[in-house]
């Protein structure tokens, strides 16, 4: 299994960039899909999820601001970022907990993305 993100970027404050993360492999299904950031020297926090069952989840910083959804056909969760701030800057990394299904074996892993950049200044 694998996740790939994209869509990083420079953006100028208050500006807009979607992020996309794509999960391959022989996925059986994925429960909750999630976007985290790390800004440099400080730890990586969540930023929203997403469960498979349509329920989200965001951080007070981006409430009202990001917006996360999915495309379940695809394997794919989307974080549409707007009225970004120069506070947003940060790697941005995906992570899943994906069921893969080997015969009558089931296992659910924890997966992460590579991080993708967005940088937020004028």
């Known amino acids: 299994v694998q996740l790939q993100a994209s869509g990083g970027g420079l953006v100028q404050p208050g500006g807009s960039l979607r992020l996309s993360c794509a999960a391959s492999?022989?996925?059986?299904?994925?429960?909750?899909m999630r976007w985290y950031r790390q800004a440099p020297g400080k730890q990586r926090d969540l930023v929203a999820a997403?469960?498979?069952?349509?329920?989200?989840h965001y951080a007070d910083s981006v409430m009202g601001r990001f917006t996360i959804s999915r495309d379940n056909a695809k394997n794919t969760v989307y974080l549409q970022m707007n009225s970004l701030k120069p506070e947003d800057t940060a790697v941005y990394y995906c992570?899943?907990?994906?069921?893969?299904?080997?015969?009558?074996?089931?296992?659910?892993?924890?997966?992460w993305g590579q991080g993708t950049l967005v940088t937020v200044s004028s």
């Open positions: 992570n899943a907990a994906i069921t893969t299904k080997n015969g009558s074996t089931y296992y659910t892993g924890d997966y």
């Open positions: 997403a469960w498979s069952g349509g329920r989200t």
């Open positions: 492999g022989s996925i059986f299904s994925i429960n909750v």
